[in-house]
């Protein structure tokens, strides 16, 4: 297989239409589709504020219709396993699957169930959309690929370095890891620590930094920090529970002026990603019997927010 030939998108949100116009950029045969259709001819602004055209194929995810060589699923953490289940009959048995999704959810789950190799990916990629056919990509970042269960199967190594390969030539820096669990947790302890607070008081992430913010981001991470290091899961510096601390407020310093994605949805009146991100943490916590008050009362303002329509 090789992966210059046909990406199916699934899910074409901000990182979806980046991943496709990078990769349609690169000579990639690429196919995006969503609820409704694109137009075909879609712009990417770069972060050096260079424009980029591609055609694209737009189609919806009920038109769907081919073979791909690899389909990347990039839809919301709660529209992935709806999206797969709509997906998963068209496609040839063995086609390879890629999981974009935040927080640790959908993964395990759709690795047992597809038909096919799983990788998973994590990103640090920044993109918004401005419109139906325009998207920018605001700020560089790198993209770590693997697979969940990287003993069970070599192709999947060979795999996940084609994908990093093709990737990394489209312009979005990517690597394969052997520890895609650790990495996609250790995502979702920032975004638990970062995106229901600023959710909930509608700031960017720069203004955590207030006094009036610091001590509960202070407290949250403590609580991720334990729930974390009872699951075995350690920070990227492997410094125990200070470096928790240092990898989240390094995250808010670096993106301070952003708009979190679960602050959009707010906004934008849409669902959070809150189970993805919070449910892992407050169900590892009910196993180990550690309490995080904090994470569940921020995690049942945002459910009572869904239950009240939004
Ligand atoms: O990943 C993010 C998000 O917005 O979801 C952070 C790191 C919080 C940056 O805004």
Redesign the pocket.
């Known amino acids: 297989m090789t992966l210059s030939t046909h990406h199916w998108i699934v899910g074409p949100g901000a990182l979806g239409r980046l991943i496709g116009l990078r990769l349609a950029t690169s000579g990639s045969l690429v196919t995006l589709a969503g609820r409704r259709p694109l137009p075909e001819r879609q712009t990417l602004i770069t972060p050096e504020g260079t424009r980029l055209d591609a055609t694209l194929f737009t189609t919806t995810l009920a038109n769907l219709a081919g073979t791909p060589d690899v389909v990347h699923l990039t839809t919301k953490a709660y529209g992935a396993e709806g999206a797969h289940a709509a997906l998963a009959p068209r496609l040839p048995a063995g086609t390879p699957l890629v999981l974009w999704q935040?927080g640790f959810g959908c993964q395990p789950r759709l690795t047992a169930r597809h038909d096919g190799p799983v990788l998973c990916a994590t990103t640090?990629e920044?993109a918004f959309v401005e419109g139906d056919d325009r998207v920018v990509h605001a700020g560089h970042g790198e993209t770590l690929i693997g697979d969940l269960s990287p003993s069970s199967n070599a192709a999947h190594g060979e795999l996940a370095r084609t994908l990093a390969s093709a990737l990394t030539q489209a312009g979005l820096p990517a690597r394969t890891v052997d520890d895609i669990r650790r990495r996609l947790w250790q995502?979702l302890a920032?975004?638990a620590a970062?995106?229901p607070l600023?959710a909930r008081f509608r700031i960017l992430?720069g203004d955590l930094r207030a006094p009036r913010y610091r001590p509960l981001v202070e407290s949250l991470i403590a609580e991720v920090a334990a729930i974390l290091a009872a699951e075995g899961i350690d920070p990227p510096e492997g410094q125990g529970a200070p470096g928790w601390q240092a990898l989240v407020w390094r995250?808010i310093e670096g993106?301070a002026g952003?708009?979190?994605?679960?602050?959009?949805d707010v906004l934008a009146a849409r669902p959070t990603e809150h189970e993805a991100i919070l449910g892992p943490l407050l169900d590892a916590a009910d196993a180990h019997g550690l309490q995080a008050p904090g994470l569940a009362e921020l995690a049942a303002w945002l459910r009572q927010r869904e239950l009240a329509g939004i």
């Open positions: 935040n640090t920044g995502k920032v975004n970062i995106n600023v992430n995250v993106t952003n708009r979190a994605s679960m602050l959009q």
